[in-house]
């Protein structure tokens, strides 16, 4: 693997040695650097685990020690030689502090395992784990062998009807519908040898469809009496810590979703290590809690009335659930597995990705892409990937270049490991365009659910508008499926048959914590070094409807009342009042486009329109709609509109509550109403009752 030392320390402004064998006959240079107190960057993850062992045997080892991988990730690449300036960036983002701690997620179990399957194979795999863990089988048929004559665990029968919870808190409930009780049942056989419709299974439960009501097998069991066709079917419920199901992948699944949660495994009996991390599953473990939730920025919902659903939509573990009554989405953060979808379609930016936070991420792609630029580097392609599958693809492209196999990943591609790919969104990928990016490049596989994909899709296709809009031209953003090295290989070097314009001068802002600020200064900068001159600019950019966080409204003048309902249910302070006038008054850059406003209206006057306006006029408040006031025929006082008050009047009309005075008195203000309602002679009043 060709290393310029020079050339890399001037990039990131220090003397560097270079060591060829620092894990063996070279340690000694290892250990006095961990002594020293200053933070050692190790650009080996191979021995990571040696380096560790090597540092706690270090007497006087103060020194934070980080690792990165500069091997797979370039140096191990047909493009080796020109990878200085990636190797650079890479080395640069070692060096970031980890981003600060945040709240945790605690799970506790005691071990307490259910098994779900075929009798045979249940009891087989619980004789693999029942020395750690405390087994209990649910039987669903005898397989292909039936139960053990010993029984040696807990076995419970029926119809499962429901499965909720969590690792250290699963909940169970069926129904015992099966004539043989199995608490009573000693495994005897003699049902089985009595029945003669071959009805009863080694599992020992009666197959309803196969039996004729002969009762042979009551009469064989007179001694247990385990048998009873009379015994209503009970509805039961248990509580376990963890669970293993044993169900072919054509069987109705217990979990509906694509991210089953912590503690329930699914396994075809093939891959023994899935075995092995469950008997590991005792005790009490934690992780970070991924997301941050400020409701006052919510736009799910106003006076149960359903606006934005998009992050209901898109969670994979259906952590994620609606309470339209109280005004906010609720997530749980036990089922939450940290992909980070539901904050990356959240247009508000309620909902935003804790660990790492977008200010820490940002700062990253900041430091790739100013270290990469200069140390000489053109066109850098980000390529954001899974710190799981993601990252065992780029490593096996890594070792396929080595063995000269494939060409490997480019010198201008710079990896980047996410905890998941759809933890990033378009203010991320727009802020890392103006900083000097020519391509993000989102690597899937196949551990993302459908819908990430699709919602990734969605937002990728409104950042490319917002770009090609301006005058940029090239494909900036886009996703590269790949589920093996040779695919991905073959995608990555395709990225080079596209030239991107970029803004000629790197943006110097950072990300803020605020998805819409961050937003905001990223569009600044996009449209001030905009390659399209700003008198051939558009007077807006047309965005796609599916999730478009950017656009206006359009109100039909004609049957507005300015009943101004949109306006108090409007999250982000788009629609505003006029306290002097009847006004309805608009912030174009406030607007979310949740559909709020729209779905409030009762006149249906409202419609949305996603677009980028490109004029300082988005930032302004303008009017929507006005109207004449109506005056008070008692004392001239404006109060409403002409236009709402005659409404009101045409539809009461003819409302026997209000005819005569009554209807007059719709035509006055709240003041004089009750002033007209105590004067009149023709009204009843208390002191004449």
Request: charged share 20%; with cysteine; proline share 6%.
């Amino acid at each position: 693997m060709p290393l310029n030392a020079k050339a890399l320390g001037a990039a990131l402004h220090e003397d560097l040695t270079l060591h060829s064998t620092l894990c063996r006959r070279e340690a000694g240079a290892f250990q006095q650097a961990i002594r020293s107190g200053d933070q050692v960057v190790v650009a080996c993850t191979q021995e990571q685990r040696l380096f560790a062992e090597l540092g706690e045997q270090t007497e006087g080892a103060v020194s934070p020690i980080r690792f990165v991988n500069i091997r797979e990730t370039g140096g191990w690449s047909r493009d080796a030689s020109a990878a200085t300036p990636k190797l650079a960036a890479l080395l640069a983002a070692a060096r970031l502090p980890d981003p600060p701690p945040v709240a945790t997620v605690t799970y506790k179990s005691a071990g307490k395992l259910l098994v779900i399957g075929p009798l045979d194979a249940a009891e087989k795999v619980a004789g693999m784990v029942s020395d750690v863990l405390d087994v209990t089988v649910f039987t669903q048929g005898p397989g292909n062998a039936g139960g053990a004559q010993a029984r040696r665990y807990p076995v419970l029968g029926g119809r499962i009807t429901g499965l909720t919870g969590w690792l250290g808190a699963f909940e169970v409930k069926w129904k015992a519908d099966n004539p043989i009780d199995l608490d009573l049942c000693t495994r005897c056989n003699a049902c089985v040898a009595a029945c003669p419709e071959n009805a009863i299974g080694l599992d020992y439960q009666i197959d309803m469809n196969a039996c004729t009501s002969h009762r042979s097998c009551v009469k064989a069991c007179q001694v247990a009496g385990a048998i009873d066709f009379t015994r209503e079917a009970a509805e039961q419920q248990d509580k376990f810590d963890l669970v293993l199901d044993l169900r072919p992948a054509t069987a109705t699944p217990t979990f509906m979703q694509h991210a089953t949660p912590q503690g329930y495994f699914r396994w075809d009996g093939t891959d023994l290590s899935m075995l092995l991390k469950l008997r590991e599953m005792v005790g009490e473990f934690e992780k970070p809690r991924f997301f941050a939730y400020k409701q006052k920025l919510c736009a799910h919902s106003r006076n149960e009335t359903v606006g934005c659903n998009a992050c209901v939509d898109i969670c994979s573990a259906e952590a994620v659930s609606s309470d339209k009554s109280r005004q906010r989405i609720v997530v749980n953060p036990n089922l939450c597995v940290g992909c980070g979808a539901c904050t990356t379609v959240c247009p508000t930016g309620a909902l935003t990705y804790a660990y790492p936070a977008a200010a820490e991420q940002g700062q990253k792609l900041k430091t790739l892409l100013s270290t990469y630029a200069a140390a000489g580097g053109k066109d850098a392609v980000l390529l954001l990937h899974s710190h799981e599958r993601g990252q065992v693809l780029v490593e096996e492209l890594g070792r396929a270049a080595q063995l000269k196999v494939a060409k490997g990943v480019p010198a201008h591609v710079i990896p980047v490991a996410l905890w998941h790919t759809a933890s990033t969104g378009v203010d991320l990928w727009l802020s890392a365009i103006a900083y000097g990016a020519s391509q993000v490049v989102l690597l899937t596989t196949d551990e993302e659910a459908p819908q990430y994909l699709e919602g990734l899709q969605a937002q990728m296709d409104i950042a490319q508008a917002i770009l090609r809009g301006l005058g940029y031209t090239g494909t900036h953003v886009q996703l590269v499926r790949a589920s093996h090295p040779t695919a991905l290989d073959a995608a990555l070097q395709a990225l080079g048959q596209t030239r991107q314009k970029v803004p000629a001068t790197a943006a110097r802002f950072a990300v803020a914590p605020e998805k819409r600020s961050t937003l905001e200064m990223a569009l600044d900068h996009l449209i001030e070094h905009a390659p399209t001159p700003a008198a051939s600019l558009p007077a807006a950019i047309a965005l796609p409807a599916a999730g478009s966080p950017l656009g206006t409204i359009e109100v039909n003048k004609d049957r507005c009342t300015l009943c101004l309902s949109c306006v108090s249910a409007c999250p982000a302070s788009a629609l505003q009042d006029n306290p002097q006038l009847p006004q309805l008054r608009f912030i174009e850059k406030n607007c979310v486009q949740c559909g709020l406003c729209a779905t409030t209206c009762p006149e249906d006057a409202i419609t949305l329109q996603p677009r980028l306006l490109l004029s300082p006029e988005r930032a302004q408040l303008r009017v929507l709609n006005e109207a004449k006031p109506w005056a008070c025929i008692r004392c001239s006082k404006p109060f409403g509109t002409v236009k709402a008050i005659e409404a009101m009047l045409g539809k009461l009309a003819g409302h026997a509550m209000f005819q005569g005075e009554a209807l007059e008195r719709l035509k006055m203000c709240s003041d004089c109403r009750v002033i007209d309602l105590y004067s009149s002679n023709s009204e009843s009043k208390v002191t004449d009752l």
